[in-house]
């Protein structure tokens, strides 16, 4: 969800298939509330004992805005939800409630994303993104509350005067807890309390509970592995040092080619991620879509077994790392498409039924081997992707006119009809992009009405059109060059011909192009 601020390293996370069962207690003595003195200080323990189990979302759903409002209405004494915990003899899991306590543990702690415990737990690499999110936040929670330091300042110092900003939320501040209710019974009652939970109201996003139903599973693991580069909670952690060493090099491989770098709006270059600038939710869903796509037989996540040694995960990264290395990267069988022209609409928003359609047609070619195809793309890429610029409109338009789950068949479709033609000789139409769809009379209805102000979009679009027009082309195909990404260097006139090593005899091509001139 853009614009969401990323706690998840307030708590930590853990995985309940590790808990003995002779670890659950059922004591009747557990604490009935949570107070921020619980939360503060070295002394502190809760917070060392605090995990979130391994099913429950990363805590990365709430904006600025609704953790400044949980924090004023602690402090004002308002309702909020209890919380939900579990208390096996080791931890204590909170099945529900992780955001409202992670949002508390952010104030007192003062790290919304980009302080101590989060630097540690994404090893360093933080986003930009998260970076920004949190000052926001940070800022924002100061304005409208204060920091946990100051309310924590006036009750320890001598003085009798409390600063009077704050003056009508110090006993709160002092006193009031969050409400806890406990779950009482083993892990499949704690996981199943959670999903009952969880799936009432809409709240938990079906394509979280699609992952974290099917957590244990390879796509699962190697999906969450790549989202963000193999820092943060390593799901990966039961499997042995080795093939854990293995997961995070492919991992972090692939989240670079697929995410990097990261990109701000409105658009000001056209050096763009093939994966798009998602929140974690959808770079989640488009990852597990690629990891089930790069299987023989598009199996879904549901149809795998549990993923036992980590042999299931890495063969599925080697596959995506297959796959990817060809649309992007220095390799000498890459072809380095260029974001902009294959991924992206007209107006610079990435496209994911294009970024997938593309995806599973090269998928596909590389697990055939077939050679041939990717000759008669490169001999046709020049013309295909000028007709890919030029009607990217009509493209995007009628794919989203679309059924939402007929989208990556038609966007197949339209990619495969242009290229067919053009091997054929035989003329690329809006008519027959719209034929191809079965969606002539939507060509028609299709018009664009701008508004009287430039939008982010308007600017954007006028950016990435100019900024195409002086762009680098393959001299060897004809295709656009993403030197940032996919570059290689050619002799105008070959080695063996008597070609030397001068600036004037080498041309940048793509690695493929280059590798087919020999």
Known sequence: MAGTVNLDAMIKRSDFASIDQSEVTQSPNNFAEIALKDLAGEGAWLPKLLRKPDFQRETTQWSPNQIS??????????????????????????????????????????????????YKYFNGLIPNSQK????????????????????????????????????????????????????????????????????QGSVLDPTEGRILQNRRKAPAIAARSVVRSATGHQYWSKFDPSVQQEIEAKASAIHKALFSPEIDTPIKTIDLPIGGAASVTDSLDLLISLCEMVEPNAKPVEHYKDDEDGSETVEILKDLEAVTSRLIGNRPRSLGLHPFVYFYTSKGRHYPPLMMAVFAIFAEKVRNNDKSWFKNFTENRGRLEELLIEHKTIITLLISAVGSKQRLDGAKKVINYMLESLITGAEVTPDGIAQTLRLESRLYSIQSKPGSN?????KSSAFLRDALKQSLKCPLCNGYLDPAKSISYDHVKRKEDGGDGDPSNCQPTHPYCNSLKG
């Open 69 to 118: 409002t949980l924090i004023e209405s602690f402090l004002d004494g308002e309702l909020i939800p209890a919380v939900i915990l579990w208390g096996p003899k080791s931890h204590i899991f909170v099945i529900d409630g992780g955001h409202r306590l992670s949002a508390l543990l952010a104030w007192v702690l003062d790290d919304y994303g980009d302080g101590p415990h989060s």
């Open 132 to 199: 920004k999110l949190a000052r926001k936040t940070k800022l924002e929670v100061e304005k409208k509350v204060g920091t946990f330091q100051h309310f924590s300042s006036q009750i320890s110092s001598d003085t009798s005067e409390v600063d009077p900003k704050i003056s009508g939320r110090i006993g709160n501040f002092a006193r009031r807890g969050l409400q806890v209710q406990w779950i009482y019974g083993d892990a499949d009652k704690a996981e199943s309390s959670f999903f009952k939970i969880n799936t």
């Open 454 to 458: 430039f939008t982010d979009d308007a």
